[in-house]
């Protein structure tokens, strides 16, 4: 295997930051693979550039992001841009025979989400979306669990995502109300539940959706007030291969949730229960348990939830929100060479982008739509 | 006001019992309204009616329940019966100049269920069902904030219903799955969280729903097995007035649930969470506490939620199911004098048993139907 | 057995009603044991003892008690009064020839107690405390837990009891802040969490204590200052027998709790923990489950857990403060019927003051000391 | 300032690994600072250095720790290695001109930890102890909450720690159970939660001690038993400077708990809970909140509790344990550059050790000891 893997940086925000701590950590972390050589970090501003280079470690920076595709040191490149430009920057990467790992959601637009998919295939190269809370050991241990049989034959599943950003009704108008950034809810909340529900269940088959705006207009920085063209709310009934039924809540204007993404699954023989918000616990019921001592048990993740040793040899001690982008940066490394892996693909990621499609359709047309 | 009231009882099973310590202990919490005088007491089995009436205290005891409400002595019937025998006994009772207190829901049939809000009418006697969460001070709370605007405008509402009676696939098939009973979850238990809707935002005017059965056939005591006829599991969306979007999910066969009856009540300025499993808690998110400082406030029950003043002087010392039972019949009772109270009656019952029917026909359409 | 047994109440404040409610239904809860006849009723003031006669169903009222006392047809004595007429109004009862139901504390004055103990055993009548915090039926759960050896040997205890009545700075000085009322929070609350050592491992064996005032005065109703007798907060050490290592504290000025009573048990095989204030939940993890799926259970109060089967059949739908009442009113039944029953009574009582005035003595002296 | 500073680290286990994230990590997380230069990396065995520098991203290693510290080019070191060695490699590091950064605790004699402080004043460097609990947001924000005075004059404080990993009975005799190691869980323990006592309210002044064997021997790998020499639970009562009471209890055998560490912190205004299992929830009571409304509000740490931050722009995502020494690293940076900086160094750590050999003096005195 090559002892290093040099590493390219697109966008220095909240993932952009993000991924540059994984890329940071991650040899540390697990000690195995390739060494990340923080090559080049492009960003618009060349000024901010070079300080975020610094800032992030990384020897080069540019203002100019096809500088950084064209740099034949580069192997791999993290993509962490506004929406609007996944697709052209993982395209031009991946054209330019580079791995490409690409903040989610793929693309505003079906039909750039395609391309994004070809081009993946095409180039034959590892294209990964950053889908980072299917990375939770725990997440892992309930797809165990579920392998199992331990809860038995699942019938019924229950998702729900809800944050505050969007709660206050007079927050001045930004681009996440507008039509351009998608359907809202759906696509910036609703990929990551139905992540966890790929890596659990797979995709589900046919769907049933109400989209909702809870404020009509927003305040515009003139004084002004502007309609709200997105939906904050997204409430869905789906179905999963099988028949199994599910419900699946989404808002971004729930006040008081900050990260919560929850799961019930419903089995023949038990229960698990989850809350990202507190992403170190697993509530599971399990029907073996002496009668007079049954009751939901709140599992801790530890060691044994690999690959929390990886990072702390002690249970109950608690991963933290980027240490899932640090795992979800080694499940990418194993891919590239050529291991089994952990994560969504292009092509995965196409097939949840569908589902979201078909979510938004479904409410258009008021009647339950297959998904493709 | 008079100072006594004549009780008979219709039915011992677990509601029989339920209104029977009610009864007993109403005048003791509240110290006001008339002595209940527990007079007569029906069961089909005269032995057990016998039995029960001197546990229960009741004077007299018979196995036709007739007999009873030819009693000119009883003023007010507790029906408890099984619910194929709700519209009967209610009707007869009212025709004979009785005050009904039955258990929900009304009845399998909603024609039954029409006949018995007309006997109601006609009878111009107080009619009333057996919907105690909605008495519950906490929930009364949950109404005072909304009043107040605290939480702002609503914009968002989830409901959950879990138990696990029904969760056993290995159980013997009963007359909860014969359809003969119902819908199944809808009927069985949707009536209850949309009896704290009703009470709180009122009825959705436009519902759509997804059945499912997790068990297609259950054994029977013979040892064959028997399809399954009604439905474990239901999954709604709705609208309230104004276009409120609501989600409602409902499961008779969730391990591990016991007695949940969840809210999730998103506002403009706040949010509302509660659990029936813990119907001493009420969890409250405002905007307007320190930034620092934000965060869900779990609130205890306590005397300043009245009535729980009436049971317990000191805060968060709990309520318990039963209580709740006291607080209805006290609030029957009220209704009975002639004053304002906090009841379902027939007619009320009749909206939210359409609201059933709407949801079950939507399930047979797939498509949203407007609440009669 | 006799089918009725006569009933006299002396008190009608907050435990007067308690017991009223419990008299007025334990028949109906338990079905078995005599019908309580509600007989006699008295309270300082002859008017609102008629009147609570009436609320709380009592055939006869009175404005002296020893003229209940002295009511040849009442067989048991509840005594609801402050603390410090425990001992003359039990004692009386007792000579009397009644049985006697009475509120704890025993009274304030160790010497006061062993009178009442020697009183009862004297007129060889049943007199029971009322400890009701060990009617809950999870607390006899953790009974059994321990004595099937599931958490093996135990080693370590944790008892905390933390209300907030006293917690305001600037409310008004009442006798609870009164030398003469005891020693604080010592008696007044140090009680209970004994109780339930009592009946889960028996008495402390040996003690140390500092016991603390949050407030040195308080406001007067004349608008001066008086200064604080008593000790509102206390911090223990203690020895179980054996030599197992315990650690009590309480607070009555502890701002948010309400009816907290806490329990940690440690142990050589699990853990047990119990808070009241969630009285229907039990916490218990036990090294038998699978190392990635061992966590504390979360046990919900169920039918399985008697005599909770009394109240209501279904699980998890919540017993409340009251109905402990109840059932400590069901145990002083059975008692007074011959059988064994789960009572404080006052020998067991009696121990329990003696390490109370053990654990005083030890702050005074500031050292370890051996309970009586 | 200096745009780098030259790291070394001694020991590569747990904490060894802990430090190396933080020194990779620090950088990129906070913007700021030189960054770290990773030069040497000393493991006692040469080969187990060789590959962990690889993994670590050291330049150099060595099997001799003297080397390392004998580089000229490092500037400050990293000692990780078991407590025994704490005194000798820090003393040497100091000697030779670095900075040193410590584990906790010190060392295992008052004698070593007191020529470990001299040390760092006779160099005149930064010598600061890994107590990185104190790090977290949460417990910031707690010292901000009681400095504003939200919840008044504190008069009562508890604390716990417990984990499990000496709670089995069967495991084999180690290290931690033979009396080299120190008293037990007083310092392999209390030192947590006095680093937290320390940054909220300084040290005790005086301490009451009982400490427990739950165990009094374990099996050894020879099939014989072996006496326990440690104590690994221990419960202590202290009182603050100004007289403010407080307990702490210690159990490093309690099951089901694997790194709890509990403070409740009672004023005259409310109240504040905290429990490191859940590091990414603060509780607070405050009575200012309207009386129906009030109850513990469970805050999320968010970008308002600085530096979360620097980690996630978004609320609620929750940070992980390796974080809080990513966070202590960029304060030793701080305090390396000569700025106000959150630690605790050697002159403090001193302090917490004192406190804790007067509680285990007070155990073998079995009396108050005042803390030197």
């Known amino acids: 295997m090559k002892t290093s893997i040099g590493v390219g940086l697109i966008g220095t925000g909240y993932m952009g930051k993000c991924h540059a701590l994984a890329w940071n950590g991650v040899k540390a972390v697990f000690g195995d693979g390739p060494r990340p050589e923080l090559l080049h970090l492009a960003e618009v501003n060349g000024d901010i550039a070079r300080k975020k280079a610094d800032e992030f470690g990384f020897e080069k920076s540019t203002g100019d992001w096809r500088e950084l595709i064209a740099d034949p040191t580069v192997d791999v490149v993290s993509v962490t841009t506004p929406n609007a430009f996944h697709a052209e920057m993982a395209i031009a990467a991946l054209e330019a025979g580079k791995h490409v790992w690409c903040e989610k959601p793929m693309a505003v637009a079906l039909a750039d989400a395609e391309r994004m998919a070809a081009a993946a295939k095409a180039a034959d190269r590892v294209a990964v979306l950053g889908y980072n809370y299917i990375q939770n050991p725990l997440i892992r241990q309930i797809g165990q669990i579920l392998a199992d049989g331990t809860i038995g034959t699942v019938n019924h599943v229950r998702l729900e995502m809800d944050e505050d950003f969007m709660a206050d009704p007079e927050a001045l108008f930004y681009w996440k109300s507008d039509a351009s950034s998608g359907y809202g809810a759906l696509d910036d909340f609703g990929v990551h539940p139905l992540s966890l529900l790929q890596v659990l269940f797979g995709r589900p088959t046919r769907v049933f959706s109400h989209l909702y705006k809870p404020y009509l207009d927003r305040p515009t920085s003139d004084g002004s007030r502007r309609a709200v063209e997105t939906f904050d709310i997204a409430s869905v009934l789906f179905e999963l291969a099988g028949g199994t039924s599910g419900v699946m809540a989404l808002n971004r204007s ?76 080694h499940e990418l490394l194993k891919k590239i060479a050529g291991h089994d892996a952990r994560v969504i693909d292009f092509d995965i990621g196409l097939g949840i982008e569908r589902v979201v499609h078909a979510m938004a359709q479904s409410h258009q047309q008021q009647r339950w739509i297959d998904v493709a």
Not at 317 to 322: A, Y
Request: hydrophobic share 35%; net charge positive; with cysteine.
């Open 254 to 329: 729930a006040w008081g949730r900050k990260g919560r993404i929850a799961l019930q699954i419903f089995g023949s023989k038990g229960t698990i229960v989850y809350d990202q918000e507190r992403m170190n616990e697993l509530q599971l019921y399990v029907t073996s348990d002496k009668p007079t001592e049954q009751g939901f048990r709140t599992i801790l993740s530890a060691p044994q939830h690999a690959p929390y040793d990886r990072f702390i040899p002690a249970p109950g001690h608690g991963l933290g929100f980027n240490d899932l982008k640090i795992i979800e940066c």
